[in-house]
């Protein structure tokens, strides 16, 4: 037997919670998005953007790929607060790096 609460839906908990503390279920929500939002933060565009002009005025010089010599490669960012410390990566060795980090954080282990 169930609790009675596992019937609520989310939002219905959520209500619940906000009329008990609207400025902490804010700020929670400010948090979660931060985390998880489907969009890229504004930490990962600016640091985009500052690697797009280092790579112009040649800061920033790509290299072959770390794993399998490519030369046609992205950077990849282990932290976005270091935007111009970043990994060269091909398209295919990049996207496995991003799955294993998603398991990671998975797990637990936050990605920066
Ligand atoms: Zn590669
Ligand atoms: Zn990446």
């Known amino acids: 037997m169930r609790g009675w609460y596992a019937g609520k839906s989310q939002a219905e908990r959520r209500e619940m919670l906000q009329n ?3 400025e902490r279920v804010r ?3 400010r ?3 931060g985390m ?3 969009k890229p933060s504004e930490k990962q565009n600016r640091a985009r953007r500052k690697v797009h002009l280092a790579r112009k005025v040649g800061d920033l010089v790509p290299e072959p790929c770390l794993f ?3 030369l046609q490669v992205v950077a ?3 932290d976005y607060d270091l935007p111009l410390e970043v990994t ?3 398209r295919h060795h990049h996207g496995r790096v991003h799955a294993d980090e998603a398991r990671a954080a998975a797990a637990g282990i936050v990605h920066a």
């Open 68 to 70: 399998c010599d490519d």
């Open 31 to 33: 948090a979660r998005g």
């Open 20 to 22: 008990r503390d609207p």
């Open 36 to 38: 998880r939002g489907r």
């Open 27 to 29: 700020a929670y929500d």
């Open 76 to 78: 990849h960012h282990h």
């Open 88 to 90: 060269w990566l091909c």
